[in-house]
């Protein structure tokens, strides 16, 4: 789409290049922003010119560039270390996105995160994984979880100037045995609710429920919960909501389905 607001572009390649003029806006993978008039931008920031590395392996874990594209991602789960298993959730947690391989090769982690809506691919990766947001904010640093980061579909805690660096997924959270599973109305339609689960080496399980649910919900458990107390806290979770892609009832209702349904291959 032709953004005719936009009259400025520009490359950042310092962090000092970060700092916005009234009207602009951060630009990465751009499928969101070129998706629809942006009347109030009137300029734009590209993010790519930082040349940060897309993917870091360290002990402590995982670290994704926010201008990580999506396709990069999945190749390297792809190849992932084996002692990190739940790299498996990278490929299922991208094809929960409604998004044709052409996407992946532009749309970044980052942009998918920042975005928020609820059915975002990403979110559902990073909160089933502990994953930890890097948010550059003025001239400081600061670490959130990725499922305190939204506060709703479509908003999230950033301000203006907050640049989202990287993702962090931990080591533990790698190595553990996690499912994905998804449900949409339609065969090919966006995700009316995503849930994960994990069991981690200690015995801990955490299952995450997105996309049915307004804000990320996360569910921990010193063990592997029974089938009957899962099912009772993915039910009584709030913030199950109703658009067009699925009534909150009904939301409520798979989640608890898929959750049951993860539990059994977990155990």
């Not at 990069?72 to 298993?85: F, K, S």
């Not at 449900?183 to 995503?194: D, N």
């Amino acid at each position: 789409m032709d953004i005719t607001s936009v009259q400025a572009y520009r490359v950042a390649h310092s962090r000092e290049d970060l700092r916005l003029a009234p009207g602009e806006a951060y630009l990465a993978g751009g499928t969101w922003i070129m998706s629809e008039p942006q009347p109030a931008t009137t300029g734009l920031v590209d993010l790519t010119g930082l040349d940060w590395p897309a993917l870091e392996e360290t002990p402590e874990g995982l670290r994704i560039a926010a201008t990580c594209t999506i396709a990069n991602l999945v190749a390297w789960a792809g190849t992932a270390p084996t002692h990190w298993p739940a790299a498996s959730l990278v490929p299922a947690a991208a094809n929960a996105l409604l998004a044709s391989f052409k996407i992946w090769n532009t749309a970044t982690v980052g942009g998918n995160i920042c975005r928020a809506f609820g059915a975002a691919a990403m979110v559902s990766l990073c909160v089933a994984l502990d994953a930890d947001a890097v948010v550059w904010s003025g001239d400081g640093e600061k670490r959130i979880p990725v499922a305190d980061l939204i506060t709703g579909n479509g908003t999230t805690i950033l301000t203006s100037g907050d640049v989202l660096r990287a993702v962090e997924i931990p080591a533990y959270a790698l190595a553990s045995r996690a499912v994905l599973r998804k449900i949409a109305l339609a065969e090919h339609g966006r995700s009316g609710a995503v849930v994960t689960g994990r069991v981690d080496r200690d015995g801990a399980s955490v299952f995450a429920v997105t996309a049915a649910t307004a804000t990320p919900t996360v569910l921990r458990f010193a063990q592997l919960p029974a089938e009957s107390e899962l099912a009772d806290a993915v039910a009584s979770t709030t913030g199950y909501y109703t658009d067009p892609l699925g009534a909150a009832d009904w939301r409520r209702a798979v989640s608890v389905e898929l959750a049951t349904r993860i539990r059994a291959e977990l155990a």
